[in-house]
């Protein structure tokens, strides 16, 4: 099964969308969506021994103005991608103020 696909997180409500997956170099292009703004996200993903199950993955979100930067690793264990383990932060700046909050909680398959 593909990682293209919808997850929501029920720790964040963040929603993930990975709109392309590519299995021969392991780059991954999508969205998250969160706190009403939708950022593109750019990844990178690899199975364990080249064909999975287990899988980990890394993307990153940036935005401008105002400055919202987002970065995760995620871990999966199954080929279905029902669930995805992981762990983010987002940084802000916004009006001067910077703020960096830690996201976890696991992605799950809509």
Do not use: C, K
Request: proline fraction near 2%; aromatic fraction near 8%; charge should be neutral.
């Amino acid at each position: 099964m593909s990682l293209v696909g919808s997850y929501q997180n029920s720790n964040t409500g963040e929603v993930l969308t990975i709109t392309s997956a590519n299995d021969s170099n392991g780059a991954l292009a999508g969205t998250i969506t969160s706190q009403g703004r939708t950022l593109n996200i750019t990844g990178h993903y690899h199975y364990s021994n080249s064909n999975g199950p287990a899988t980990s993955i890394a993307f990153y979100a940036i935005a401008d103005d105002p400055n919202v930067y987002e970065a995760w690793a995620l871990t999966g264990s199954a080929q279905a991608f029902s669930i995805l383990n992981a762990m983010g932060a987002r940084t802000t700046i916004n009006g001067g103020a910077a703020t960096v909050v830690g996201l976890g909680g696991a992605f799950t398959r809509r």
